[in-house]
């Protein structure tokens, strides 16, 4: 095959490369070929010179099938493939403590580096270390709480049966699936990256204070329609008066409103409301512990995400403003409000 074969032939292989270790090794090849330097192509593919001399020279003795993950152009493998099973057993079901690091809980590539060391009397580089677990198919990535208290056949049941029988009946016995929270929105509500100056941090004034707005709102399963009031606090009378407000908002057909256990939605207050109006609206609580369930938490993360973090705000006015700017924004769009929030479940 001439050069310009082998060009056209790199190129295709990148445009259905799957994996991005292989895209890297067809990306490295395919830059030497148009005239790249081997250490230009590390600097651009964030690789040392070597691994890149390694790509061509496999790619040079067996084409594509050279490059190939299941081949490696590099040494052999320290560890067998028993211990690389160990290895990825250890890191994602224990912490560095669990195994004799004392006082270490988040693994680092420089404690997986001297757990294998200890255990197996093998030395790795931090960039060969980084090779190894991303083979393993591991990444460096930001953990996410979860409950403890969360029960998952309890949520599974959920899922699979309670929110499955009621989207049967949407649009024959049930007219609107809503999803209800309530969310404070504070002053300063949190901070998160962002781009700014390298070296130097983006500065939020704040006085130190804890204002903020109270909403509680509805996200219509459905239509993708957002249904969103500003109260003075969170108590029965003011839940109670919320769903006054739905019904208003929704005059006709039969509601499910499917909402967390809070204290406020299982109040006495609310009974002689909800018999009065069985026919119309209908509550459906969520397994304890089960914020994810709850659709509507997506939008308070979209809300502040994209209006509240890394914003001070002088005053309470100023966020109710906001808050009713977002909503209305998106509110244009429902489509994308169902793509975003509603397909989860």
């Not at 074969?5 to 295709?12: A, C, N, T």
């Not at 057993?89 to 420089?110: C, H, Q, S």
């Not at 998106?330 to 169902?338: A, G, L, V």
């Amino acid at each position: 095959m001439n050069a310009q074969g082998q060009i056209e032939e790199l190129k295709e292989a990148m445009k259905y490369a799957k994996d991005h270790r292989l895209y890297e090794r067809f990306q490295a090849v395919y830059l030497f070929l148009i005239g790249y330097t081997r250490i230009e192509i590390a600097k651009i593919i964030n690789r040392r010179r070597q691994t890149v001399g390694t790509y061509i020279n496999a790619y040079k003795e067996k084409g594509l099938k050279g490059l190939e993950l299941g081949h490696s152009p590099g040494r052999p493998s320290k560890l067998s493939k028993e211990q690389k099973a160990t290895l990825f057993e250890v890191i994602t079901t224990k912490v560095p403590a669990d195994v004799g690091f004392t006082a270490r809980y988040n693994w680092t590539l420089a404690l997986a580096c001297a757990y294998v060391k200890r255990e197996w009397n093998q030395d790795y580089s931090i960039r060969s270390m980084s090779d190894v677990l991303h083979g393993l198919g591991l990444s460096y990535t930001r953990p996410t709480y979860t409950l403890e208290k969360a029960d998952p056949e309890k949520q599974k049941e959920f899922v699979e049966k309670t929110f499955a029988d009621v989207k049967k009946l949407l649009n024959e016995d049930i007219d609107h699936i809503l999803f209800e929270d309530e969310s404070m929105i504070r002053d300063y509500q949190a901070i998160q990256c962002t781009w700014f100056i390298k070296g130097k941090q983006r500065k939020i004034p704040t006085y130190g204070q804890h204002r903020g707005v109270k909403l509680i709102g509805t996200l219509n399963y459905e239509t993708g329609e957002i249904m969103c009031t500003e109260e003075e606090k969170y108590d029965a009378i003011a839940f109670l008066e919320f769903l006054k407000k739905v019904l208003a908002h929704y005059p006709s057909g039969k509601i499910v409103m499917i909402l967390d256990n809070a204290r406020i939605h299982h109040a006495k207050l609310l009974q002689p409301f909800l018999e009065e109006n069985k026919n119309r609206l209908e509550l459906v609580f969520l397994p304890p512990y089960s914020p994810e369930l709850n659709l509507i938490e997506g939008l308070w993360k979209w809300l502040k995400e994209s209006v509240i973090n890394n914003v001070f705000f002088p005053n309470v006015q100023k966020i109710a403003l906001e808050v009713r700017e977002f909503i209305k924004e998106i509110s244009q769009y429902p489509e994308t409000i169902i793509n975003r929030l509603c397909v989860q479940l």
